[in-house]
């Protein structure tokens, strides 16, 4: 489900080289038991913002997708799915989306290439505990 798109272009010079916006991935999960339907359910979101905080780029995007997946198996193991699936599946979805939007503006296609999100979350992770090591030393 997309819950929210924003996306808006800016002015450039066109003397000036085209600057590829950054982008920020923000992911989470919630496992949960539809009892009426006798299903397991997982329930992801995933944030996706595409800019940059220090210069103009041609377009901004933020994206907000919600995915629900239905498991009738009670012995599938939903947290390595939520992990290491999962997100794969869903950035999928918001590279084509953002490969279709650009391809409407006035710049050049931008098309994300194929990101190991699994590992990336892994960095993220390592850099964060990192950084609560060195918060709780001061």
């Known amino acids: 489900i997309l819950l ?3 996306y808006h272009t800016n002015d450039i ?4 080289k085209l600057v590829i916006p950054d982008f920020n991935i923000h992911y989470e999960f919630n496992k949960t038991r539809d009892e009426t339907n006798n299903k397991n359910l997982l329930i992801c979101m995933m ?3 595409l800019s940059s905080k220090e210069e ?3 377009f901004e995007i933020k994206i907000k997708y919600q995915w629900i997946y239905e498991f009738k198996d009670p012995e599938m193991d939903i ?6 699936f999962a997100p794969s599946h869903i950035i999928s979805y918001i590279r084509e989306l953002i490969g279709n939007i650009s391809n409407r503006g006035r710049y050049p296609v931008l098309n994300i290439p194929i990101i190991n999100l699994q590992r990336m979350m892994e960095l993220s992770q390592k850099e964060k505990s990192i950084k609560t090591e060195i918060e709780s030393k001061n």
């Open 4 to 6: 929210e798109l924003e």
């Open 13 to 16: 010079d066109n003397s000036k």
């Open 47 to 49: 944030n996706f913002d």
């Open 56 to 58: 103009i780029t041609p």
């Open 79 to 84: 947290d390595t799915f939520a992990k290491k």
